[in-house]
C-alpha cells in the first residue's frame, strides 16, 4: 500500500502571511498532483509534477517535487481568505491515484 | 456535460437499507473512479474503471460495496444491507487518459450519505 502523509493536518493563519504545506511517502510515484477542495465540492486540479526536482508556480503557489520523486511542498505567499480549503496531495502510479488525508487551511481577514 | 454528475447530492437511508449512488462522467473520459472521503479526511480509494478492461475492486471494503459501468459511461455505485460507518460523501472522478499519472482527474461534488 503506499501512503502519504501531510502536514500539517490543520494550518489557521491570517491573511498576508507564509505558509508551506508538505506531502511525503516512502513511495516513488511517477507524478505528483495538487488538489484543492472547498466544502460542499469535489477536489479541483491545482498542479501535476513529473520530473524529480520540478518547481511549479501558479500565481502565488509555489509546488515542489522531490529529487526523488516522493515527496512534495506546497508554498503560498501572502495568504489569502479566499485560500482557504482542504489541499490534497495525490501521487500516481499504475492508473491509479493515492491521496492523502489533506491539509486543512483556514486564512483570516 | 461540462462536468462529472453525481446523483444524488444527499441520500438519507435506515441501517439495513441498500443505497444506489450515480455517477455521469465527462464525455469521452475513459477512466472512471469512486472515492470515499469522510468528514474533512482525503480520499479512500475504492473502485477503477478503465475502458473495457476488468475494475480494480482492490479498494472495495467489503462485499456489500459493489459498482458496475455500464456501456464505458455512467457508473453505480451500490452499498447493500448499509451501516452507519458507511456514512460519508462518496466522490466520482473521470479522466481521459488511461493512466493516472497523464490525465488529472475530474471530480464530481458528491453524494453525501448519512445512515440512522
Known amino acids: 500500500t503506499q501512503l502519504l502523509e501531510q502536514s500539517p493536518q490543520f494550518l489557521s493563519i491570517q491573511e498576508g502571511e507564509n505558509l508551506t504545506v508538505y506531502c511525503n511517502s516512502s513511495s516513488v510515484f511517477s507524478s505528483l498532483q495538487w488538489y484543492r477542495q472547498e466544502p460542499g465540492e469535489g477536489p479541483v486540479l491545482l498542479v501535476t509534477v513529473v520530473t524529480g526536482g520540478e518547481v511549479k508556480k501558479l500565481k502565488r503557489l509555489t509546488f515542489q517535487f522531490g529529487d526523488a520523486r516522493k515527496d512534495s511542498s506546497l508554498h503560498i505567499t501572502a495568504a489569502q481568505p479566499g485560500d482557504t480549503g482542504l489541499y490534497l496531495c495525490?501521487?500516481?502510479?499504475?492508473?491509479?491515484?493515492?491521496f492523502g488525508d489533506g491539509t486543512t487551511l483556514t486564512v483570516k481577514p | 456535460g461540462a462536468g462529472v454528475s453525481q446523483s444524488p447530492s444527499n441520500k438519507v437511508t435506515e441501517k439495513g437499507k441498500d443505497v444506489e449512488l450515480r455517477c455521469d462522467p465527462i464525455?469521452?473520459?475513459?477512466?472512471l473512479y469512486w472515492y470515499r472521503q469522510s468528514l474533512g479526511q482525503g480520499l479512500e480509494f475504492l473502485i477503477y474503471?478503465?475502458?473495457?478492461?476488468?475494475?480494480?475492486k482492490s479498494g472495495l471494503p467489503s462485499d456489500r460495496f459493489s459498482a458496475e459501468r455500464t456501456g464505458g459511461s455512467v457508473s453505480t455505485l451500490t452499498i447493500q444491507r448499509t451501516q452507519q460507518e458507511d456514512s460519508a460523501v462518496y466522490l466520482c472522478?473521470?479522466?481521459?487518459?488511461?493512466?493516472?499519472?497523464?490525465?488529472?482527474?475530474?471530480f464530481g461534488n458528491g453524494t453525501r450519505l448519512t445512515v440512522t
Open positions: 495525490a501521487g500516481a502510479n499504475a492508473g491509479k491515484s493515492t
Open positions: 474503471f478503465q475502458g473495457n478492461s476488468a475494475p480494480d
Open positions: 472522478a473521470s479522466s481521459l487518459a488511461r493512466r493516472a499519472e497523464n490525465s488529472p482527474l475530474h
Open positions: 464525455s469521452g473520459h475513459t477512466a
